[in-house]
């Protein structure tokens, strides 16, 4: 049986390699069980650009998995992850080219990083290896793999949206990075708006590739065996008690402006400003941890944020009662799952979203007899397969607020109809598919 190579970023930190607890390291849990299996990337340390010829790699080897890793120097983590990645094609890819601060100077260094993984892993690769790459941060990977003579099936997975080529164009170099897509086996991508944003690219720049449609999803069996122990829970036991019967409102994000965050928080004085008979009977629980904390945009947003919810809880606040609990350190997963559980609705109104897990855990979590109401972004990835939320335009604050108020009053009947209609789909895409119908299009094209 031929070797599963994993490329990303980061490789999942040494707990996760024990027992994943999230993302990526979920999503491939079933692809990394069978047979022997390299995970190869970033070891998330930086050394002295001095040290750039003594880098050292990582091994461990947990099960039959094998985590080999390098380190980047400060200059190449500044230039090729936080300027290029995150500053550049992270908000490209979710159409905000307004927000992106191109320098060739960090375009140099987003390819040079890709052809040291290159050199690093081709050292460790064998004839019948299979190769999966993973995410924008490596776009280029496979054609610095092809320029060094690689000739293993090689399939690359965009975790995060495509955008209209007449957007994309405005990256100076985005005729150069489609072409290099072109040494990918197989090009996966979340949603057909994707593959056809994709594949109008690859047509305007006259290059044979062709993209395919993934949908990621969750392990919905585990998930729910998470919130049911988490209901048990005394962090979750503790958030019941303080609601004293108050119907609770949940957004669980990444701190990232592609989450609509200042937007939803705008939705929210809509609906308490419209509907009064709501205030002091509800509350709304944000958990945001902080992400990319060093990127300029990150920092900004950080404080418009914090600044909303201040002004929004001075305004609407009362002695006993405060609109917004809003928590920006991360939440162990049982506990959210536990969250999930107990709320009566969930806001996720991303502005642009890959897919977006948050949506199908928070309908994995629901009890049967009394779930909770999913209010949900057009413009997540996960909307076309979940018509049964209330789909909603995040940029529209009034139409968040109705949202919220239909929600909230919903009959148990109504809200059991529309999640017995949302749960098959949580069901049936699901981490495990997405990795088994990736690798057998990888297999298939290999022996074809
Ligand atoms: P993300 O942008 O990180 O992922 P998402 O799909 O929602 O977005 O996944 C986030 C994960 O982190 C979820 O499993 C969630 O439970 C967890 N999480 C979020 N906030 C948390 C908190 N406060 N504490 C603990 N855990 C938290 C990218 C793309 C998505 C795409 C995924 C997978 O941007 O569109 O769905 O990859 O492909």
């Known amino acids: 049986m031929a070797r599963l190579i994993i490329v990303s970023n980061r490789v999942p930190s040494s707990s996760d390699r024990q027992q994943p607890a999230g993302g990526l390291a979920?999503?491939?849990?079933?692809?990394?069980?069978?047979?022997e299996c390299l995970w190869f990337g970033w070891s998330g340390r930086q050394i002295d650009d001095a040290d750039k010829d003594n880098r050292k790699a990582g091994a461990e080897q947990v099960r039959n998995v094998a985590y080999s890793t390098i380190d980047l120097t400060h200059s190449e983590f500044d230039g090729f992850y936080q300027k290029y990645s995150n500053g550049i094609l992270w908000p490209l890819c979710h159409y905000r080219a307004g927000l992106m601060s191109y320098s060739r100077k960090d375009q140099e260094v987003y390819w040079e990083v890709n052809q040291l993984f290159a050199r690093e892993l081709k050292k460790q690769l064998?004839?019948?290896?299979?190769?999966?790459?993973?995410?924008?941060?490596?776009?280029p990977l496979g054609q610095?793999?092809?320029?060094?003579?690689?000739?293993?099936?090689?399939?690359?997975?965009?975790h995060i949206p495509f955008p209209p080529w007449s957007l994309m164009k405005s990256l100076p170099d985005a005729e150069h990075l489609m072409r290099s897509m072109q040494a990918y086996t197989v090009m996966g991508v979340q949603t057909e708006d994707d593959a056809r944003n994709m594949n109008d690219g690859f047509v305007q720049c006259n290059i044979a590739q062709k993209a395919q449609v993934f949908p990621i999803g969750i392990d919905p069996d585990s998930f729910v065996q998470q919130a049911e122990a988490g209901e048990h829970d005394f962090d979750v036991q503790r958030l019941q008690i303080s609601l004293r019967g108050r119907p609770l409102i949940i957004g669980v994000d990444?701190?990232?402006?592609?989450?609509?965050?200042?937007?939803?928080?705008?939705?929210?004085?809509?609906?308490?400003?419209?509907?009064?008979?709501?205030?002091?009977?509800?509350?709304?629980?944000?958990?945001?941890?902080?992400?990319?904390?060093?990127?300029?945009?990150?920092?900004l947003l950080k404080r418009q944020l914090d600044e909303t919810?201040?002004?929004?809880?001075g305004?609407?606040?009362?002695?006993?009662?405060?609109?917004?609990?809003?928590?920006?350190?991360?939440?162990?997963?049982?506990?959210?799952?536990?969250?999930?559980?107990?709320?009566?609705?969930?806001?996720?109104?991303p502005l642009r979203d890959g897919m977006n897990l948050v949506a199908?855990?928070?309908?994995?979590?629901?009890?049967?007899?009394?779930?909770?109401?999913?209010?949900?972004?057009?413009?997540?990835?996960?909307?076309?397969?979940?018509?049964?939320?209330?789909?909603?335009?995040?940029?529209?604050?009034?139409?968040?607020?109705?949202?919220?108020?239909?929600?909230?009053?919903?009959?148990?009947?109504?809200?059991?109809?529309?999640?017995?209609?949302?749960?098959?789909d949580v069901w049936r895409v699901t981490a495990q598919t997405w990795a088994r119908d990736f690798m057998t299009a990888l297999a298939g094209e290999t022996h074809a």
Do not use: C
């Open 26 to 35: 979920v999503a491939l849990r079933d692809a990394l069980k069978q047979g």
């Open 126 to 139: 064998r004839p019948d290896d299979i190769i999966w790459v993973q995410d924008y941060h490596l776009f």
């Open 144 to 158: 610095a793999l092809r320029d060094l003579g690689v000739t293993n099936p090689i399939g690359f997975f965009l």
């Open 254 to 299: 990444r701190l990232d402006y592609s989450k609509g965050l200042p937007e939803r928080f705008h939705g929210y004085e809509a609906f308490l400003k419209r509907f009064p008979e709501h205030r002091g009977k509800v509350m709304y629980l944000q958990i945001t941890p902080v992400s990319r904390g060093n990127v300029e945009e990150y920092r």
């Open 309 to 313: 919810a201040g002004r929004i809880n």
């Open 315 to 349: 305004m609407y606040g009362d002695f006993d009662w405060t609109p917004i609990r809003y928590i920006t350190q991360p939440v162990p997963r049982h506990l959210l799952a536990g969250f999930y559980r107990l709320a009566d609705a969930a806001l996720v109104t």
């Open 360 to 424: 199908k855990e928070y309908v994995a979590a629901q009890d049967e007899e009394d779930p909770g109401v999913l209010i949900l972004s057009h413009f997540a990835g996960a909307a076309p397969e979940m018509e049964d939320a209330l789909l909603v335009n995040p940029h529209d604050a009034d139409e968040i607020a109705d949202a919220l108020h239909k929600a909230l009053t919903m009959t148990q009947s109504e809200r059991q109809a529309r999640w017995g209609r949302l749960k098959p």
